[in-house]
């Protein structure tokens, strides 16, 4: 427990005991001081700690995990298992549903994050990362699995927001990654020799975006992100009849 101990003690006095103890573990959590991975101690050691009662230690260890801070395991304990990833994805899907936020939107936001990505990308990305996800855009057929298609757009998509090293930025790419996957999802149901005219089509403008980074071509780069979003939008327009934003939980 002595490396457990939270700097500066524990008050019980300042609010309810069991927001508290919640607030101090979840504090704990997103500092640092209790890393990703680490095991926390059992509900026996935490309830003497805190001075408080198994039940209420219980009650602040399920809001942890319903916060996907920590996994609680029979017989193996409580661990933290905090990703920066989910924790935005779980906070902006919170966001777009109470603000009712449209698709529209959330592909713009694709837009600008995909725009910043490539003008950083063009003075950070290594010729081999870049040649990797040229790869993956050159990758895409029309004879694709609706699995195999998700995947490499995902591939795509992640790829080319990580050619920017800008860790912020791929944190906040991956909500809005798998809300274009699950379009991606809902256009692959449409008919198929509309879905084949769409995989030949964005397959172009997505090779033409790797392409001008990795010609150092910032205005190229732009363009081809511009095109990409209309020829999405279009394709949004045309196969998703309900525009409110639906996305899938990563958990």
Not at 51 to 69: F, H, K, Y
Not at 126 to 148: G, H, Q, R, Y
């Amino acid at each position: 427990m002595t490396a457990f101990v939270a700097d500066g003690g524990f008050d019980r006095d300042r609010a309810s005991v069991a927001d508290r103890v919640l607030r101090d573990l979840e504090s704990g959590i997103l500092s640092g001081r209790l890393k990703r991975g680490s095991k926390l101690p059992s509900e026996k050691e935490l309830a003497s700690y805190y001075g408080v009662s198994s039940p209420t230690i219980r009650e602040a260890i399920r809001a942890l995990s319903a916060m996907r801070l920590v996994e609680v395991r029979h017989g193996s304990g409580m661990t933290v298992i905090a990703d920066s990833s989910t924790l935005m994805a779980s906070a902006m899907r919170s966001v777009v549903e109470l603000e009712n936020i449209d698709l529209q939107s959330i592909l713009k936001l694709a837009e600008t994050l995909n725009l910043q990505a490539v003008d950083l990308a063009i003075t950070t990305a290594t010729p081999e990362e870049i040649d990797a996800v040229l790869d993956t855009a050159k990758s895409f057929n029309d004879s694709m699995s609706s699995e195999e298609f998700t995947q490499t757009l995902q591939d795509f998509l992640g790829g080319l927001i990580a050619l920017s090293h800008n860790k912020l930025l791929e944190v906040v790419a991956s909500f809005v990654i798998s809300t274009h996957l699950s379009l991606a999802r809902r256009v692959r149901q449409g008919p198929e020799s509309k879905w084949a005219s769409d995989v030949a089509r964005l397959r172009g403008v997505r090779i033409a975006i790797v392409e001008a980074v990795a010609a150092h071509d910032r205005q190229a780069a732009s363009k081809a992100v511009r095109e990409y979003t209309a020829q999405t939008l279009a394709i949004a327009g045309a196969t998703v009849d309900d525009q409110r934003v639906g996305v899938d939980d990563p958990r």
